[in-house]
Each structure stands twice: as C-alpha cells, then as structure tokens.
C-alpha cells in the first residue's frame, strides 16, 4: 500500500477491525501494551491467570470507549492455551494480533539456583510463547494473515550476574522469533520481537526499591533513566500493524541505547 492522499502514511499503523490477544496483560507491561493497541483501534482480548484482575481492566478500557474481553488460560498449560484460543477463535472471532508479553523473574547464584525453579522460569518464559504463538499460528496461517510480536528483553544480548536463567528464557525467546519469522512468513505472518530495557513494573520491583540499582542503571544506560512504559507502545503498534509487513524476526531493541553501549 503506497501512501497517497486517499490512504495517508498514518493509515499503515491503523488497528482498526483487528483482534490483539496480550498474554500477561493484568498488569505492567501487558497492560499497558493492551491500551497502546486499543488506542491505535484494535479489540482487546487480556489473558492472564486471575480473573478479577483482568475483568477490572477489561472494564476499564470499556469504560474508556475501547472494545476489550478476556481469556483466562495459563500460558504454561499447552492443552489450556489451545482450547481457549480455538475456542475464542470459533465463537467470537480471528485473533490478528498476538502479544506474548506473559513472563516472570527468578533471580538467583547459578550455583545455588533451584532446578525447580529453572523448570517454572522456562515453562513460562519460553514454552509459553511456544504455546500461544503455535495456537494461533495455525489460524493464522489458514488466513495467510498474522502478527506475532513476542516480548523479548535487553536479556536477549546481554548477561547480568545472578539472573542467568532468565538471561537463557529472553535469549529463547530472540531465536524463537527468528524461527517463527522463517517458519511462518511464507503464510503471510511476521513474528518479530520488542527488547525492553529496564522498566518499572512489578517484576522488578526489588530492583526499583535499591537506590544503588537505579544508580548504576542511570550511569550505564546513555539516556539516564528508567523506561517509561507509554514509551513500549509506539513498537508494539509498529509491529502490530500494516506498517511492518516486511519486516520480520527482528528484535527492536527500547532500552534508551543500553545493549549498543558499553
Ligand atoms: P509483571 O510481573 O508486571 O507482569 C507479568 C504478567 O504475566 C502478570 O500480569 C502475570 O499475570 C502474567 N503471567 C505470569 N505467568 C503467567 C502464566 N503462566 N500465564 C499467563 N499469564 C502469566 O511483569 P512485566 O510487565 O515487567 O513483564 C512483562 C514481560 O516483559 C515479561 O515477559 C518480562 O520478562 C518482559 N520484560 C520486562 C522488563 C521490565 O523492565 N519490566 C524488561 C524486559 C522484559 P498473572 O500472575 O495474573 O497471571
């Protein structure tokens, strides 16, 4: 589509009739990634584990003019994830738009890290995106139509001492996007992936409370800060839309030039 003055440039970025499903969108970055998207004209679908929670924002958005439901499935759970999407598929309608932004932090020495807990972090780091991206992928690719746009982390290039099972999920995740770019784009879809840097949710709330943390944070990211979670939004659109179609299995790194900087 070239732009021209029936089809302005801004139309390529138009969600409008489309579907977004956002995994882990109870709260942070999901969250606010759903209304980034409603706000650009799509129809939200929140997933998460607590129904309450994902009711409430659900209103919210509503409330606010935007078109929003729910489904509640646990991304771990292979069989739930594949019945909740073909259901929501088969009864309400297409899913275009898949964010797979549900994921978790268990910080910890290598040497002294819980097997256990290594199983949960991959479990919903990386089998979750698997799940999710598979279950619509094949209705995707029966449309030759999709977006996949899988949260991945500043992780994906970088270690940082005592989260390095975390460091190995969002490493994952990058080579998982460029496996479903190379699978799937033949059938019309892109998969690309969104990098944040460090941004204030409750992840990593530990990680917010330590002054000496921001500190160092500051001092080693060019722009001097915190990310601001609005400041997600403009990629996830990007991906999301017309304006991406030919890019695919990038990672667009939003980390204000930490992972270009020593
Ligand atoms: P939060 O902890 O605020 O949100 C994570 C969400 O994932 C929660 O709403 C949680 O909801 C949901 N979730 C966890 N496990 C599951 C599951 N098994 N099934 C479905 N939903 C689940 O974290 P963030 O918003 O910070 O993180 C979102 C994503 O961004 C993660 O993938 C994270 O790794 C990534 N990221 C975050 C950065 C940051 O600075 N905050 C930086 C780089 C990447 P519930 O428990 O209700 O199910």
Request: charged share 20%; glycine share 10%.
């Amino acid at each position: 589509m070239s732009p021209s003055r029936e089809k302005p440039s801004l139309a390529l970025f138009d969600l409008t009739g489309k579907t977004a499903l956002i995994t882990g969108a109870a709260g942070g970055i999901g969250a606010v990634l759903a209304r980034g998207l409603a706000g650009a004209g799509a129809r939200i679908v929140l997933n998460g584990r607590r129904r309450e929670k994902l009711e409430a924002l659900a209103g919210e958005l509503e409330n606010d003019g935007f078109a929003a439901g729910i489904l509640v499935f646990d991304v771990t759970d292979h069989e739930a994830t594949r019945s909740a999407i073909d259901a929501y598929e088969a009864e309400t309608g297409p899913i275009d738009i898949l964010v797979n932004n549900a994921g978790i932090q268990i910080r910890g020495p290598l040497e002294d890290y819980d097997p256990a807990d290594f199983e949960r972090i991959m479990a919903t780091n990386v089998t979750g995106v698997f799940n999710a991206a598979q279950a619509c992928a094949r209705h995707m690719i029966d449309r030759r139509a999709g977006k996949i746009v899988n949260i991945a982390s500043v992780q994906t290039a970088l270690a940082r001492k005592g989260i390095a099972p975390y460091t190995a999920t969002k490493g994952a995740v990058g080579n998982l996007t460029k496996g479903m770019a190379t699978d799937w784009a033949q059938y019309g879809i892109q998969a690309n992936a969104i990098a944040p840097g460090y941004f204030d949710t409750p992840l990593n709330k530990a990680l917010v409370e330590d002054d000496a943390f921001s500190a160092w944070l500051a001092a080693r990211t060019p722009a001097g800060r915190w990310g601001r979670l609005e400041e997600l939004v403009g990629a996830a659109v990007f991906l999301a839309s017309d304006a991406s179609s030919f890019v695919n299995g990038h990672v667009l790194y939003v980390d204000g030039a930490m992972t270009v900087s020593l």
